[in-house]
């Protein structure tokens, strides 16, 4: 399909190149908590000059800015990710931190982690003998987390407004940020101003050309968060386009549950100065694999639908054990959204209290008042946890578990 203004190509420039000619590749839709500041809709593009991926039409950057700020789910230790607080999630943090240890020995220097949510890889940084460290994040909470851990500083900020820095950033740590991010050339741009002329930047992203050989739940990687579709060789253009000289890059895999794991693409780059013209061959294999991914996430929903059907969900009374993305993408997409649904609930917090087409969420206790009724699991990816979770709770209910190999 040719360039689609309608779905906003027009609105929104290539993150990675700022070209704005673009071809759509799909078109996601989201049902969201109610008065939730992100999109509930948007198409997936392939950008005609570089290759990068993206998501277009979008809200304003404040919306992403409230977002983070106040429903930030990293500050919860135990359940967002991030913290180390799971021991998959530890142990990912850990490898991430000997990474970082590896590219510069001086223990002394001054490592900034923005977007650092819980502070779990300042923690680790802290452990490997790193003693100038600080982490930045939009949500109060997780700063305030972060001050907590030993020899770390906790400091509120965003891209758009990073605090003022007693000493020069030397070491600058973007590790799952730039996927988030409306502004990307902007954010790029914007870390110069805390760094030392020296300094060098660690930045690790989704690896967007593997989505299809780590495919879990369908679309899920076409989330209302990640909104930037990155391959190694599309981070590497980023960078080299805002002047950045590119010491090394690759791929790696990290746990993203006890059972499951993620592909990433990292870069390793160091701030010139005068910024260099950079020429690069677009990524032309990108797309291809994005629309193979589309593909899997398509066959794979359809089979979600048929468990649906099995199961007798449409029309029936239940309650859905989860509000994150997956259960956003099934209620938009499977017949999940034809059931009646009499409650939603979560591990997390964050969505007490709010509702979801009109539907409460409640507390995962309050479920006491409903035995009869089924829970199902709205995640694909951690359905076995949230059984036993369910369980811990002493909750008799019957549970439903939609993913398409579940027992």
């Known amino acids: 399909m040719g360039f689609d203004p309608v779905a906003g190509n ?105 977007g650092c949510g819980a502070g779990g890889l300042l923690r680790r940084l802290a452990a490997l003998g790193f003693s100038n460290l600080t982490g930045i994040d939009p949500a109060p909470a997780c700063a305030a987390v972060t001050s907590a851990i030993a020899g770390v500083r906790g400091e509120i900020g965003s891209f758009s407004s990073l605090p003022q820095l007693s000493k020069p950033a030397e070491f600058v740590v973007l590790s799952h940020v730039l996927e988030h991010v409306r502004d990307v050339g902007g954010a790029i741009d914007a870390i110069r101003a805390i760094m030392s002329a020296s300094g060098r930047v660690y930045a690790e992203v989704p690896d967007a050309a593997r989505y299809a050989d780590f495919l879990v739940a369908p679309f899920l990687d076409f989330n209302t968060e990640h909104i930037n579709h990155f391959s190694e060789s599309t981070l590497r253009h980023l960078f080299t386009s805002h002047g950045w ?104 917090p964050i969505y007490f209290g709010r509702t979801i087409a009109g539907v409460g969420v409640v507390r995962p206790d309050e479920l006491r008042a409903m035995p009869d009724l089924p829970i199902v699991i709205g995640s694909l990816l951690h359905g076995a946890e949230i059984a036993a979770t369910i369980s811990a709770h002493g909750l008799t209910n019957p549970v439903l578990r939609l993913d398409p190999y579940a027992p």
């Open 245 to 348: 000289r590119v010491l090394d890059s690759g791929t790696k895999t990290i746990a993203s549950s006890p059972v499951a794991r993620y592909p990433c693409a990292w870069i390793l780059a160091e701030a010139v100065d005068p910024m260099p013209a950079v020429l690069r061959e677009p990524d032309r294999i990108l797309r291809l694999e994005l629309e193979r991914y589309i593909a899997a996430s398509e066959a794979l929903l359809a089979r979600v639908t048929d468990r649906c059907v099995a199961l007798d969900i449409p029309g029936r009374d239940v309650i859905v054990w989860g509000t994150g993305q997956t259960t956003a993408i099934l209620l938009a997409d499977t017949p999940l959204a034809t059931a009646q649904i009499r409650a939603f609930t979560d591990s997390n």
């Open 10 to 114: 027009d609105e929104r420039p290539c993150p990675v190149c700022g070209a704005r000619a673009a071809d759509t590749l799909h078109h996601r839709r989201f049902v969201l908590p109610d008065g939730h500041p992100l999109a509930d809709g948007y198409s997936v593009v392939s950008c005609r000059d570089c290759g990068g991926a993206y998501a277009t039409p979008l809200p304003p950057q404040e919306a992403y800015d409230r977002f983070y700020r106040d429903d930030s789910k990293y500050a919860d230790l135990a359940t967002g990710t991030g913290s180390g607080a799971q021991s998959w999630d530890d142990q990912r943090l850990n490898e991430t931190a000997c990474t970082i240890a590896a590219m510069t020995a001086d223990r002394t220097a001054h490592i900034v982690d923005i």
